[in-house]
């Protein structure tokens, strides 16, 4: 953690966790040429760096053995321009993941004074504590914003910030939930760096090029990263929506009061699953107590086309819980995170049905948000 | 409101401008700037100042109604296009809003009016007449010393635990009067300044004990639990303790406590508050289980909550207004106050701007009755409609900016 600290992370370390800051020195040091193809380190570099996007693609998880640990260290560099090199959103997110969930699997076997170390790597404020607590025994505590940066993004009850103990802006961790947080941290450093090198297209070793191929093939077989996009399914399905959204949309219709942030999010959602300005207008004209004027102006804001020209997304499901606006949630609303992954979902799957059998239907009716007045 | 009292308001704001100016708001070359008019109401946003003489000087001219600044730190401040502006951090803000609190003097000095029938009633105006249907009502929200006490109250526990569980440093810490009803706390942290939305998030969620659960905190049936635990444990530790030192019977009741359950804590009632004091396993007589403790524990947490604005923590692009400006709603200012002074802070003396000259007013007749005022120890009204009056500036300006008297 202090001084010394860099003599606690050996080669092997480095090749467990080619992020560090330490292994991006070493590669440097090492001045692998991407264009010397007889070199035989390079080519068990590449077949690694390979293996590693393509374990991303179809296991979501890059495989957490080690053989060389040259080839391993070097491997990750090359696999992340590899990931850059094919320039896809999803597959970067992908492997930032499958690289993160490698890493926590490492990570949960490693004595608390290594993960310190490398906790440290990374930026962390950390510090070891010895506090039992209801059977359970921190090891660690955790300056609030590295806590906050990496735990806001997961979903167990357990890690809100509310249910942990605090104090002096220090929070309380065991090992294993620093290796989680840690795979958190991971992952969007990786994200960062797959982000960083997108302009790179231009210099791209030839040799390069086969490899990039494989990993489009790879993709195309799992029909990866073309999944259908809101604008893909089409009309709004009323029955598609998510129990928040329905619960606002039946407030507005029986005219009960929905708070301004409820009034947002909805419009916003509605922006997003393709319904026109007009149309989202002409549905608060019917529901809810109206002034064109200014519903239209509200309208036009959100959807980008006035005043700071952003276009706003509806809130996560984060969000919508801690403005009340979550109503309790459905089977399909544990498996996501966000209003509109939601819907997408639930579209998909309506229209999957829908396609064999006429199925009895929902008794809004399957043509869309706006139909009854 | 007539033209003749906006006019009157805007140059009296413009000339309290030119010679007192606001609050020089920190780093004032990345912050973007808006304000708000008198009678036409407009806005006007994404103005930046190079320096606080500019600023100054631009709102001894305009006498804007409302002025804001930005929480966030800009590149290009000026820039109208959020996303070109180059967003830099910003600083972590608190919004306590007596409106938000419920308080009995609500019921009593809040009125509504429907303008077509003249119904009336007092509390929050309901969305509609309910003599006539109409949806045009006229609504005053007044404030008094019991909101504002209720509103500070919250503010004192909002500074306690940003310093006690979440280390924030009290000098990092300003707590403001806002011109009206509330009180605002800026943070300004390096450390805290680059959060993001769900981070912010994070944190008024555990303020207000948003998801809290018992369980996830260790506490179940057999749990321990000490009154000086660290976070939300102590604190509910804390809260537990005295709902119990002072429960009755219908103070559980009112919890959905079942009659068995009431009956077997009132009894041991010393037993448990004996075992929170030593911080040993919680001491639950038979009746009392796990459903019980979760709903004593869940109403304690509602009762140690502190009630900020969600919304406006949340968000990194919030507009907050200035300190050492006045509020267009009141004729107030929002003033800074010690962290330490707080307690005995009273906005009704020292919010206010005008201290000299008296003006002419005549009450509209919008509302059946303007409820009294008490500004710097002396009571004014309550006022009838259509009645003229003169009076002290301070509260001459104060019922003009709530639109229920004209300039006469």
């Not at chain 1, 035989?40 to 998880?61: H, N, Y």
């Not at chain 1, 086969?210 to 709004?236: D, F, T, W």
């Not at chain 2, 600044?69 to 809003?97: C, H, N, T, V």
């Not at chain 2, 000259?357 to 008490?374: E, G, N, Q």
Request: glycine fraction near 8%; charged fraction near 30%.
């Amino acid at each position: 953690m202090r001084g010394g600290s860099w003599a606690g992370l050996t080669k092997r370390d480095l090749a467990k966790y080619p992020f560090l800051k330490k292994a991006s020195e070493y590669v440097s040091a090492f001045g692998l040429d991407l264009r010397d193809l007889v070199s035989p380190t390079l080519s068990k570099t590449l077949e690694r760096a390979l293996q590693r996007v393509l374990d991303a693609i179809r296991f979501g998880k890059v495989s957490p053995r080690l053989t060389d640990e040259d080839v391993e260290l070097l491997s990750f560099p090359v696999a992340v321009l590899l990931v850059s090199l094919v320039g896809n959103e999803y597959l970067k997110k992908r492997y930032a993941l499958a690289e993160a969930k490698r890493a926590e699997e490492l990570l949960a076997s490693e004595s608390p004074d290594k993960l310190a170390v490398l906790a440290t790597d990374l930026g962390w404020d950390i510090r070891s504590v010895e506090v039992p607590f209801g059977g359970i025994l921190y090891e660690f505590s955790l300056s609030l914003k590295d806590y906050l940066r990496n735990a806001s993004r997961l979903k167990d009850k357990k890690w809100k910030l509310v249910n942990r103990l605090v104090k002096s802006g220090r929070v309380l961790v065991t090992r294993l939930e620093v290796a989680r947080l840690l795979s958190e941290e991971i992952s969007s450093k990786i994200e960062e760096l797959l982000a960083k090198r997108g302009g790179l297209k231009d210099s791209i070793p030839e040799g390069l090029l086969p490899y990039v191929e494989r990993i489009r093939e790879a993709m195309s077989e799992l029909k990866m990263g073309e999944g259908p996009r809101l604008e893909e399914v089409g009309e709004v399905l009323f029955e598609a929506f998510p129990p928040c959204m329905k619960a606002i949309y039946n407030a507005l219709h029986e005219k009960r009061h929905v708070p301004h942030a409820g009034r947002f999010a909805f419009t916003a959602f509605l922006l997003h699953i393709g319904m026109g300005i007009d149309d989202v207008v002409e549905l608060f004209r019917q529901v809810a107590d109206f002034s064109e004027k200014i519903t239209r102006y509200q309208v036009e804001h959100i959807a980008g086309e006035r005043g700071g020209r952003t276009q706003y997304t509806p809130p996560s499901c984060k969000t919508m819980r801690s403005y009340g606006l979550c109503v309790g949630a459905d089977e399909l609303c544990q498996k996501v995170r966000h209003p509109l992954t939601y819907y997408m979902r639930k579209a998909r799957m309506l229209k999957r049905r829908k396609r064999p059998v006429k199925t009895a239907e929902g008794e809004e009716g399957g043509q869309g948000g706006g139909e009854d007045g | 409101m007539e033209e003749k009292t906006a006019k009157f308001l805007r140059s009296l704001y413009a000339r309290y401008y030119a010679s007192h100016g606001p609050v020089e708001p920190e780093d004032i070359g990345h912050r973007e700037f808006a304000f708000m008019t008198f009678g036409e109401r407009m806005v006007i946003r994404h103005r930046g100042f190079g320096s606080y003489d500019e600023l100054k000087a631009f709102m001894a001219k305009l006498g804007p109604s409302d002025a804001f600044y930005s929480s966030a730190y800009f590149q290009r401040p000026d820039e109208p296009d959020m996303k070109a502006k180059g967003w830099m951090g910003a600083d972590l803000i608190f919004d306590i809003d007596a409106d938000h609190i419920p308080t009995s003097c609500k019921g009593e000095h809040d009125i509504w009016a429907c303008r077509s029938c003249g119904h009336w009633g007092t509390g929050e105006a309901p969305d509609a007449c309910p003599r006539c249907g109409s949806k045009e009502l006229a609504e005053l929200k007044w404030i008094c010393n019991k909101c504002i006490s209720a509103a500070k109250e919250e503010l004192i526990k909002l500074i306690e635990v940003l310093e006690e569980d979440l280390g924030v440093d009290r000098s990092d810490m300003v707590a403001s009067f806002s011109g009206h009803r509330g009180f605002h706390l800026r943070v300004f942290s390096e450390d805290l300044r680059n959060l993001g939305q769900d981070e912010r998030g994070e944190i008024v969620d555990y303020l207000a004990a948003v998801g809290l659960d018992p369980e996830a905190l260790g506490l179940g049936p057999g749990a321990k639990l000490g009154l000086d635990e660290p976070g939300w444990r102590g604190r509910l530790a804390k809260a537990f303790y005295s709902l119990l030192y002072r429960a009755d019977e219908g103070t559980l009741r009112a919890l959905g406590l079942r009659k068995k359950a009431i009956s077997a804590l009132l009894a041991s009632k010393d037993l448990i508050l004996d075992s929170i004091e030593h911080g040993r396993p919680i001491y639950l007589p038979r009746g009392v289980g796990k459903s019980s403790l979760k709903k004593l524990l869940l109403a304690c947490a509602e009762e140690a909550a502190v009630k900020v604005d969600p919304v406006v923590t949340r968000d990194t692009h919030r507009l907050v207004r200035m300190s050492g400006s006045l509020h267009g709603k009141t004729g107030l200012l929002k003033v800074d106050i010690p962290l330490d002074e707080v307690e005995e802070f009273d906005p009704f003396s020292s919010a206010l701007a005008f201290e000299r000259d008296w003006a002419k007013v005549r009450i509209t007749d919008s509302l059946p009755v303007v409820p009294a005022l008490r500004l710097a120890d002396e009571d004014y009204g309550p006022f009838e409609p259509g009645e003229t009056v003169e009076l002290p500036l301070q509260a001459a300006v104060f019922l003009m900016c709530k639109e229920v008297a004209e300039l006469a």
